[in-house]
C-alpha cells in the first residue's frame, strides 16, 4: 500500500511506501493498514490515477487532491505539438530500425560463412553474436 506525508501547511512531501524510520518512530512501516493512528501522524492513503494516452497525447503533469482521508493524484495529459509530434514518429523510426538490424546482422553473418558452417555456428553461438558498429572514418 502506498502512503503520502502531508506536513502541516496540507503539502505533500512523500510518496510511497512507509518508511522504517521517521522522525523519532521506528518500524513505522509495520503500521501499515492501522489508518487512524498514521492519520495523526500525517500520513495517509496515497492513490494514482492511470488514465489512457491516446496516440497523439502527452502526460503533462498531475493533479493532486488531499482529502482528510487520502491523498489522490491524477495524470494530466494535453495534445502533442506539432514538433513533439515530429519527435515522437523519428523516435519511433529509429527503434525500428535498430529492431530490424538486431534481427538481420546474425543472419547476415552467417550467410557469409563458408559452406553449412554459417547454420552450425548460428545454432551453436547464434544468441551470443553482437555486432559492433565502427565510427565512419574507419569505414573509409
Known amino acids: 500500500?502506498?502512503?503520502?506525508?502531508v506536513d502541516?501547511?496540507?503539502v505533500v512531501t512523500y510518496r510511497g511506501t512507509l518508511p522504517k524510520a521517521w522522525?523519532?518512530?521506528s518500524n513505522l512501516h509495520l503500521s501499515e493498514?492501522?489508518?487512524d493512528y498514521l492519520k495523526t501522524l500525517g500520513w495517509l492513503p496515497y492513490v494514482e490515477v492511470s488514465i489512457e494516452i491516446g496516440v497523439d497525447e502527452i502526460a503533462d503533469g498531475e493533479d493532486t487532491v488531499v482529502t482528510e482521508t487520502e491523498v489522490t493524484s491524477t495524470i494530466k495529459?494535453?495534445?502533442m505539438t506539432e514538433d513533439e509530434k515530429t519527435d515522437h514518429?523519428?523516435?519511433m523510426a529509429l527503434q525500428e530500425i535498430f529492431y530490424?538490424?538486431?534481427l538481420e546482422t546474425p543472419q547476415r553473418i552467417a550467410e557469409a560463412l563458408p559452406d553449412e558452417s554459417g547454420d552450425q555456428?548460428?545454432?551453436?553461438?547464434?544468441s551470443k553474436l553482437t555486432v559492433q558498429k565502427l565510427p565512419q572514418s574507419r569505414l573509409n
Do not use: F, P, T, V
Open 33 to 35: 493498514g492501522n489508518d
Open 100 to 102: 530490424r538490424e538486431q
Open 1 to 5: 500500500m502506498l502512503y503520502a506525508y
Open 8 to 10: 502541516e501547511n496540507r
Open 77 to 79: 495529459k494535453r495534445a
Open 23 to 25: 522522525n523519532n518512530i
Open 121 to 126: 555456428q548460428m545454432a551453436a553461438h547464434g
Open 89 to 91: 514518429n523519428n523516435s
